[in-house]
């Protein structure tokens, strides 16, 4: 079947869905996929399980890919060999929903599920002190400010800080995780450096390097896409720090704690309030062709909106809960499904 013809029908029903993937080698679904983010998989789980035992529909499958594999896999076309969700940590850019309009995902519900912090954190009783954007940027840059990177103890960054070796472990470039590390803290400190402001006129890609490139020496270490593995790398050695999602910190206060960024604490309160400078909103993508086509889809969007509340299942498991008015505009986008436009990406 021409695969034109299969993102046209799949709209139509899962019978249609399921005749344009055998074509192309897939098969049909009676249960709801969804990939993407490690930081948005807990809440995701705990909405599938809360999913599953309170209706009749087959359990969703969750999948943790990353925001960046999850968002290439979501916008690979219409089918019930793709997914009918994607988890993200960041917001869609404007070349994944160019690519999603590309092969055929012309309609995308985004629907912001709460909030989350990048949190900073060490082992309980290690190193611990308070951090700033730019003592963050010094630290982990490939070339901070243009610079070559010559720091290998945090005292060569700052004579007050402790003389222990710089040793960050922290999440890959697929990962939301370290797209919002680059937007809220890395851009926030490299910004303001002295000069940067004309070598990003004169030559945008070079400052976007400067600005977001880390070192690869060994004082900064890609941990893949789970954060679990993270905390077990920093509570193993009490010199390390590591770069994970607030809910991670939270549900493991027995094993690390935050460290304070600009003086402010890595708590619910704070990433509620915006005053944590990691805070960031979390997301779930749909689509919108599949609503009628996989069983249970629209149902398990509209379980979301049941669980995300203060005094809901995900509260207790780290989400920070979307301010009010927030909450009730993202409510509605999960009820009536208006699709993004490339006028929401100017």
């Known amino acids: 079947m021409n695969k034109n013809l299969c993102t046209i029908t799949a709209v139509l029903g899962i019978s249609m869905l399921a005749a344009c993937n055998n074509a192309g080698g897939g098969a049909s679904r009676d249960s709801v996929r969804a990939v993407g983010s490690s930081t948005v998989y807990p809440f995701a789980?705990?909405?599938?399980?809360?999913?599953?035992?309170n209706t009749d529909f087959a359990s969703p499958i969750m999948e943790s890919t990353g925001t960046g594999g999850g968002m290439a896999l979501f916008c690979g076309g219409v089918g019930a060999d793709t997914p009918d969700i994607v988890n993200a940590s960041r917001a869609m850019k404007k070349s994944?929903?160019?690519?999603c309009q590309a092969n055929g995902?012309?309609?995308?519900?985004?629907?912001?599920?709460?909030?989350?912090?990048i949190a900073f954190a060490s082992a309980n009783g290690g190193i611990d002190f308070d951090l700033?954007?730019?003592?963050?940027?010094?630290?982990?840059?490939?070339?901070?400010?243009?610079?070559?990177?010559?720091?290998?103890?945090w005292s060569d960054i700052d004579p007050s800080l402790p003389n222990k070796p710089i040793l960050v472990y922290g999440p890959p470039s697929t990962s939301g995780t370290r797209d919002a590390l680059n937007e809220l803290v890395m851009h926030v400190a490299c910004e303001a450096g002295e000069g940067m402001a004309a070598i990003e006129e004169e030559d945008e890609s070079a400052f976007e390097a400067i600005c977001t490139e880390v070192r690869t020496d060994g004082a900064f270490i890609e941990q893949g896409e789970q954060d679990n593995l993270i905390v077990q790398k920093i509570e193993g050695n009490p010199d390390t720090i590591g770069v994970f999602g607030?809910?991670?910190?939270?549900a493991n206060v027995d094993r690390v704690h935050g460290l304070t960024v600009n003086g402010v604490e890595p708590t619910y309160e704070n990433i509620s309030a915006f005053e944590y400078v990691g805070a960031r909103p979390l997301f779930i993508y749909v689509k919108n062709a599949h609503l009628e086509a996989i069983p249970g889809l629209r149902e398990f969007v509209g379980e979301w909106t049941k669980s995300w509340g203060a005094g809901g299942s995900l509260a207790e498991v780290g989400l920070v809960p979307n301010p009010e008015d927030v909450m009730a505009k993202n409510t509605l986008a999960a009820t009536e499904f208006t699709p993004l436009t490339a006028a929401d990406f100017e």
């Not at 789980?45 to 035992?53: G, K, L, P």
């Not at 940027?137 to 290998?152: D, K, S, W």
């Not at 607030?246 to 939270?250: E, P, R």
């Open 96 to 99: 994944e929903f160019e690519t």
């Open 105 to 117: 995902v012309t309609d995308v519900t985004e629907i912001q599920v709460g909030l989350d912090g």
């Open 246 to 250: 607030f809910s991670y910190l939270d």
């Open 132 to 153: 700033t954007p730019e003592i963050i940027y010094r630290a982990i840059a490939a070339n901070p400010f243009g610079e070559e990177q010559t720091a290998a103890n």
């Open 45 to 53: 789980t705990r909405v599938a399980e809360s999913f599953a035992r």
